[in-house]
């Protein structure tokens, strides 16, 4: 028992080390800017730059409208087919697995095919369509985590009788859904919305290839010219990812246990 033990420890010190070396290496680094001593100048670099504040802002407003066009699209999908068409789950999770399969820079190209300058719908002819193509864009590509945090979240609510209840009290669709179906599964939507926010934040392919302002691009740029600023914004960047699964972490303590029905 203590040789398993023993064991199960190692492996878990091996896995740590795979990790943190190379981090806790970066990090030092990043404070060697200054010539023979630790300092955080590198740091200071990087929060007093005016491109990294404006990226980073853009990219935060961004995540914000990528999270609630996916609640939006994601949480009546999940209840109308949870609800009325069971059938329909197995289709659901095929499409939802899509962006995982196909590659970020052929779904953009499938944007700028569609939706260029001479198309019926000319996103790409201004900043702000291709903003709202960058915004879809972006909740396609945490499709697939949303819909698993809110289809797990709505197994764990009894979604038939409640709508019965509410339907009986003389409540509408969109009432049922907004005020007795999302506040059951906020800390489901809540995991989604900061795996969107991580996706958001570190995604370069589609921001590039559309041509807009947000913080992947920036970092690939600092990467190609500075030395000691993408390691700072490596550890930024590590920290942001890891604030979001930290909090996904902790709402999930608050998340129901047990299912409220079986399919």
């Known amino acids: 028992m203590k040789q398993n033990r023993f064991w199960a420890w190692v492996v878990f010190l091996i896995g740590a080390a795979y990790f943190v070396v190379p981090l806790a290496a970066t990090f030092e680094f990043s404070l060697r800017m200054r010539r023979g001593y630790y300092s955080f100048d590198s740091y200071a670099s990087v929060f007093s730059d005016p491109n990294f504040q404006a990226t ?4 935060v407003v961004i995540g914000i409208f990528s999270i609630i066009a996916g609640v ?25 697995l899509l962006p995982l399969i196909i590659p970020a820079i052929i779904l953009v190209y499938g944007y700028i095919r569609l939706y260029n300058s001479s198309s019926i719908i000319p996103f790409t002819g201004s900043a702000l369509g291709t903003d709202i193509l960058l915004t879809f864009g972006y909740v396609a590509l945490a499709l697939p985590y949303t819909y698993r945090a809110v289809d797990t979240g709505m197994r764990t609510i009894d979604i038939q009788t409640l709508t019965e209840a509410a339907q009986i009290a003389g409540a509408n ?3 049922i859904i907004a005020q007795i179906i999302l506040p ?7 995991s989604g919305a900061f795996l969107t926010f991580a996706i958001v934040i570190g995604e370069f392919v589609i921001a590039s290839l559309l041509n807009r302002p947000a913080f992947g691009p920036y970092l690939q740029n600092i990467g190609a010219n500075r030395a000691y600023e993408p390691a700072a914004l490596a550890i930024i960047s590590f920290a942001l990812t890891w604030g979001a699964m930290g909090m996904i972490n902790v709402l999930g303590r608050f998340a129901p246990r047990t299912s409220a029905r079986t399919d």
Not at 184 to 190: D, F, H, P, R, S
């Open 72 to 96: 939006l699209i994601v949480v009546p999908a999940v209840y109308f087919v949870r609800l009325r068409m069971p059938w329909l789950r197995p289709f659901m999770e095929f499409m939802t």
């Open 56 to 59: 980073f802002t853009y990219s």
């Open 173 to 175: 669709t969109v009432q």
């Open 184 to 190: 059951n599964i906020l800390v489901a939507v809540l």
